[in-house]
């Protein structure tokens, strides 16, 4: 995860970066007609549906800069041809990119001296 909210994940054929921005997100929430931690929610919960994932990786595509004909054919080509849970873990874990973002920084400095041998 990066700190613009974009994930690179090993799926289909390589690697492939993922990014649902704002206007990504309010697409989501408009295809899926829920908002997106209730989506999240719904995908950890077992409850997904078949828009949810669909839509999380698709505008994830186009959110990282695909083209949206070429975003479309990867889905068509990779996910709807199989399992339909098959995909629900990167779904989520795009979505939770998106939400919350890269994990904070650790505090302090994990190599700094230690203060008590002086």
Same mark, same amino acid.
């Given at each position: 995860?990066? @700190?613009?909210?974009?994930?690179?994940? =090993?799926? %289909?054929?390589?690697?492939?970066?993922?990014?649902? /921005?704002? /206007?990504? #997100?309010?697409?989501?929430?408009?295809?899926?007609?829920?908002?997106?931690?209730?989506? #999240? *929610?719904?995908?950890?919960?077992?409850? %997904?549906?078949?828009?949810?994932?669909? /839509?999380?990786?698709?505008? +994830?595509?186009?959110?990282?800069? @695909?083209? &949206?004909?070429?975003?479309?054919?990867?889905?068509?080509?990779?996910?709807?041809?199989? =399992?339909? +849970?098959?995909?629900?873990?990167?779904?989520?874990?795009?979505?939770?990119?998106?939400?919350?973002?890269? &994990?904070?920084? &650790?505090? +302090?400095? &994990?190599?700094? =001296? *230690?203060?008590?041998?002086?």
């Amino acid at each position: 995860m990066s @700190r613009d909210a974009s994930i690179e994940l =090993p799926i %289909w054929d390589g690697s492939y970066t993922f990014r649902l /921005g704002w /206007g990504e #997100l309010a697409l989501l929430q408009e295809k899926c007609d829920a908002g997106p931690y209730y989506i #999240l *929610n719904r995908m950890q919960a077992g409850a %997904w549906r078949l828009e949810d994932i669909e /839509g999380c990786l698709r505008l +994830g595509l186009i959110g990282a800069g @695909r083209k &949206p004909e070429e975003a479309t054919k990867l889905i068509a080509t990779h996910v709807k041809s199989r =399992p339909a +849970g098959e995909y629900v873990l990167h779904a989520t874990l795009v979505l939770q990119a998106a939400l919350l973002g890269a &994990p904070d920084e &650790p505090l +302090g400095e &994990p190599e700094a =001296p *230690n203060q008590t041998d002086q």
